[in-house]
């Protein structure tokens, strides 16, 4: 009998890999063209030209900034229906959603964290949409190491700051890093 030599079999699961890591690149590449686009549109434009200014001098997930956000009506609710990445677009909430969605909808809080030079405030975005805890330990380590490789490569962004009242609900002793 023939000795086994991985190789083949190796190559050829080394190839189906790629092809599935290409199809989620190229879905997610679509998604970074369309993001927001609905923001642009008649129904929500308006809404967003009034109340962006507004939200941006807020502290994110504040009395006020929740009431701005309720303020904005059928606007938001209009862009809530329209973008996937968005809990609010499912009737269950994160649980409706893919990994696509997931994925634009983290890249989307950490814009806005950027866009507001603070960290990505994990705490309250989970208590806001029921996050279950392993998912946010995902998006901890996730933090972590955009922080690691921000710092390696001189980027002054920091996402992830758990001295600043992070992980309240969890125990981020059992997070690794």
């Not at 009034?50 to 938001?76: I, N, R």
């Not at 229906?81 to 649980?95: I, L, S, T």
């Not at 696509?100 to 989970?126: G, V």
């Amino acid at each position: 009998m023939t000795k086994y030599d991985c190789t083949a079999d190796v190559t050829e699961h080394k190839r189906k890999v790629s092809y599935w890591l290409n199809d989620f690149i190229q879905l997610l590449t679509g998604r970074s063209n369309t993001h927001d686009v609905s923001k642009l549109g008649p129904q929500e434009k308006p809404i967003f030209d009034e109340y962006t200014p507004k939200l941006k001098t807020l502290t994110f997930g504040s009395d006020e900034y929740k009431a701005s956000l309720e303020a904005m009506g059928e606007g938001l609710k209009h862009h809530y229906k329209a973008n996937r990445h968005h809990p609010e677009h499912f009737e269950n909430g994160v649980n409706g959603m893919t990994l696509y969605d997931l994925i634009e909808m983290f890249c989307d809080w950490l814009a806005s964290a950027e866009s507001k030079h603070t960290p990505l405030d994990i705490d309250y975005l989970s208590r806001r949409f029921s996050l279950e805890p392993q998912l946010v330990f995902i998006m901890i380590n996730t933090l972590r190491e955009l922080d690691f490789w921000n710092e390696v490569s001189g980027v002054p962004v920091t996402y992830f700051t758990p001295e600043n009242k992070r992980g309240e609900l969890y125990d981020l002793d059992t997070v690794t890093p």
